[in-house]
């Protein structure tokens, strides 16, 4: 029976891959752009070399990221992976950047490119390579939820279009005699400066906190609904503390007469569920709802078809009525587009004034924050 790999495992293993084939490629085509002098080749050697090294830090974030919990970070170190794949994005940006530089100069100093057979055999070996690596890692990137790899893995496919590049390069420069070497690097530079942005871009979201992935907002919601005691889910919050760590809350409607011994037991066997499920960590918050008598379904009604029709009000949760301490309660979901939240508030609380006079009005304004 064939042992399964663990995540760090895999990511590692696939990480040695990277930087062996990305080692044994640039230095091959180190010497080809030598002997041919062509600064495509050679800046796509350094590329080449920029991922091996980008695959190592993979490799060093992941193990730091591996650390127990200690009393400074009592969540763990998930987060360094995230940091891992900013540095290896920062390197393939350095690298374009680097690349540009060389490619402007090669375009103002044009110098004559030469080519074997050989060379060019190696360079199309050299693009299947890469889209096989491509492939591999960011596969293997997605499977065990890394960030640097799917990154690297992405890397790697726009290297295949590098070298893709060079080789029209090479057949141009032999058959018209037209040497456009360094507009190629230059085009490569560009290429592998968006990339490099692009990961950027996404780690840093990633860090500042990105929207709940909307069908697993949607799944977990689904699965705390289907006991008969919710008769509400909403307010889901995650936090993010790595690839394998995540933690939240999520407030639940519950009838008002129901026990705090049920709640206990309820909120208990709902916290293991999606623990067991997804690994979430989920604190859960209670709103009362008092559904079952006919004034106060009539009133949420009535209020609730004057909500739905006010422009950047997207849901009405957690109503209820306290006929004792005349208290009338609930909440709003305010889409982002709205400016000033808090006047949008105001101006429900004195249009409801005029309907419920004796009764104290409480909104509370929730963000969009899950679907």
Do not use: C
């Amino acid at each position: 029976m064939k042992k399964t790999l663990s995540r760090d495992q895999q990511i590692i293993k696939t990480s040695a891959v990277g930087i062996a084939t990305n080692i044994v490629l640039s230095a091959f085509k180190l010497v080809i752009g030598l002997l041919s002098s062509s600064i495509a080749i050679m800046m796509d050697a350094i590329n080449n070399l920029s991922d091996a090294l980008a695959s190592i830090i993979t490799i060093v974030g992941m193990k730091l990221a591996l650390k127990p919990a200690d009393n400074k970070h009592p969540l763990g170190h998930g987060r360094i992976e995230y940091l891992s794949a900013l540095i290896v994005a920062s390197i393939v940006f350095f690298a374009g950047a680097t690349s540009l530089v060389e490619s402007f100069k090669k375009i103002l100093n044009p110098t004559t490119s030469s080519y074997t057979p050989l060379m060019l055999a190696f360079i199309i070996i050299a693009i299947f390579a890469k889209l096989i690596l491509g492939n591999y890692t960011k596969k293997t990137g997605k499977k065990v939820n890394s960030t640097a790899l799917i990154a690297s893995g992405s890397d790697a496919t726009f290297d295949a279009i590098v070298s893709a590049s060079t080789l029209i390069s090479a057949l141009i420069t032999i058959i018209w005699k037209i040497n456009i070497d360094g507009y190629i690097g230059f085009g490569i530079s560009i290429v592998i400066l968006k990339a490099g942005w692009d990961m950027m871009s996404e780690t840093l979201d990633r860090i500042l906190g990105t929207r709940i992935d909307s069908k697993l907002s949607k799944d977990i919601k689904s699965d705390i609904k289907k006991d008969e005691m919710v008769l509400g889910v909403n307010d889901l919050i995650l936090h993010n503390y790595g690839p394998e760590t995540m933690i939240g809350s999520v407030h639940i409607e519950l009838e008002e007469n129901i026990t705090t011994k049920q709640i206990y037991e309820l909120t208990r066997k709902l916290r293991m569920n999606m623990y067991d499920k997804y690994g979430i960590i989920l604190t859960f918050g209670i709103y009362a709802a008092n559904t079952d008598d006919p004034l106060v379904v009539g009133i949420q009604d009535k209020i609730s078809k004057y909500i739905e029709d006010i422009p950047g009000i997207l849901q009405i949760h957690a109503f209820y009525i306290n006929f004792e301490t005349k208290q009338l309660s609930f909440d709003i979901v305010v889409d982002f587009n709205i400016d000033d939240k808090f006047a949008l508030r105001d101006s429900i609380v004195d249009h409801l004034k005029e309907s419920y006079p004796d009764y104290d009005i409480f909104i509370a304004i929730d963000t969009f924050i899950s679907d």
